[in-house]
């Protein structure tokens, strides 16, 4: 007699202790496990707030710009051949972003219930760095963003758009001066300055309770898809059979994958940052590089990171600044284990392929994040039939990558 087992119940998780499985959990200096509990017993409070509740979706209404709509891409479809593609349009929500979602969440969250007066975050594109900026202003919060002077150079425009808002930007000029380096100095704030201090972390990453947090804001994103699929007068009215999004430390991804978990034949696809290929080195690909992508912790969190044999942390690369990060989101290393979630890769120079596709088809300038998820298309549209449908979340708008576009095309002469 065969054993059926058991269905997987995906919003238990995570459990108390915050783990996805073996993944998770909180491994940070003892003087911040204070401000981890306050930060988790007033994020559940918030949840059955209903003024708190009704405010945020307020502010999502009428700030944000929700629900982003759904895009039929008839060209892009037309010219891959074989599924329907749909694009959910994170790029219009107000700043260019997915990140807004998380950043006004946790902002309102520290205006409203805990009482700190300053906010420290990290950014690496610059979109979660803008989006707390933005969020901070509007609620009147001091706010300081901690990027990578490497980053810093290719995001210029964002790094404007932050001083704008009245936020200060501290450059990073350790390490490979990238996201991981700027999560390092933002930490260090927070424990040196945490009686006073909310550090406004970007992903679907770092200790409990952030990971569930950051993929609770986020899952607007999937809420709204689930219903616009279904509608017949927006998009096909159907789920979709496949769903794909960029993964990087994973908020964009989790936020559009959390609502369908549990509906088991809409296959969903993570596509990680394969920079120059696998056996370059140079990536950001957790779970493709057999070498170097293995259990550790880094910032709090348990889950896979690239790594050399040491421990060491390996050095990153991608042609977007917001993939380029060692580790990726508790919550994402379970739901590859389960086999609930598929994830691959798409290099650089396929990425460029999607990016152009996507502005010469479809009007859409996608940031260089989004482009990866349109260049895994490439291969994976033209291997269904013409009756299945794709959806894809297009995290952001690429204004913010024109340097690097530029650059980049300049290079190839194109």
């Not at 260019?96 to 007066?117: E, F, V, Y």
């Not at 569930?212 to 804001?217: K, T």
């Not at 927006?234 to 991804?253: E, H, Q, T, W, Y």
């Not at 609502?259 to 779970?287: P, Y």
Request: hydrophobic share 40%; proline share 4%; glycine share 12%.
């Amino acid at each position: 007699m065969t054993v059926q087992p058991s269905p997987v119940n995906y919003r238990a998780m995570p459990d108390e202790s915050g783990r996805f499985g073996p993944y998770g959990g909180k491994y940070v200096p003892e003087t911040l496990m204070p401000a981890l509990e306050e930060l988790e017993e007033v994020y559940l409070q918030a949840r059955g707030d209903k003024d708190f509740m009704a405010e945020l979706a307020y502010l999502q209404r009428t700030f944000v710009g929700r629900p982003t709509p759904i895009t039929y891409a008839r060209r892009l479809s037309e010219h891959l051949g074989g599924a329907q593609i749909y694009l959910k349009r994170e790029d219009l929500a107000h700043t260019g972003a997915h990140k807004i979602n998380n950043a006004l969440g946790q902002a309102l969250l520290m205006k409203r219930k805990m009482g700190k007066t300053r906010i420290v975050a990290e950014t690496g594109a610059g979109q979660h760095g803008v989006a707390t900026a933005t969020a901070a202003a509007l609620l009147g919060i001091e706010c300081i963003v901690y990027m990578g002077t490497v980053d810093m150079e290719r995001q210029q425009p964002n790094v404007f758009r932050m001083r704008l808002l009245g936020t200060e930007v501290r450059g990073v000029e350790s390490g490979s001066k990238t996201l991981k380096d700027a999560i390092n100095e933002a930490i260090r704030d927070w424990v040196t300055n945490v009686r006073t201090t909310h550090y406004l972390l970007g992903s679907a990453l770092g200790p409990h309770p952030y990971p569930v947090m950051v993929r609770d804001f986020q899952s607007i994103i999937g809420c709204e898809a689930y219903m616009q699929m279904n509608d017949g007068t927006m998009g096909p009215g159907r789920l979709p059979d496949v769903i794909v999004a960029c993964v990087g430390g994973g908020s964009n991804a989790i936020g559009i994958f959390h609502s369908f978990l549990e509906e088991e034949k809409v296959r969903l696809i993570g596509v990680e940052a394969g920079g120059h290929g696998i056996e370059s080195g140079e990536h950001a690909a957790r779970f493709a590089d057999p070498k170097m992508g293995r259990v550790g912790v880094l910032q709090g969190t348990k889950s896979y990171v690239l790594q050399d044999a040491d421990g060491q942390i390996a050095l990153t690369h991608s042609i977007s600044a917001g993939l380029d990060y060692a580790s990726i989101g508790p919550e994402h290393a379970w739901l590859r284990d389960l086999e609930r979630v598929e994830y691959t890769y798409c290099t650089d120079d396929r990425a460029m392929e999607g990016f152009n596709l996507l502005c010469r088809l479809e009007g859409i300038i996608p940031a260089l994040e989004s482009a990866h998820a349109i260049g895994h298309l490439i291969e994976l549209a033209p291997q269904l039939d013409r009756n299945q449908v794709i959806l894809v979340n297009l995290s952001g708008r690429g204004d913010k990558d024109l340097g690097t576009v530029m650059e980049v095309m300049g290079e190839r002469g194109a």
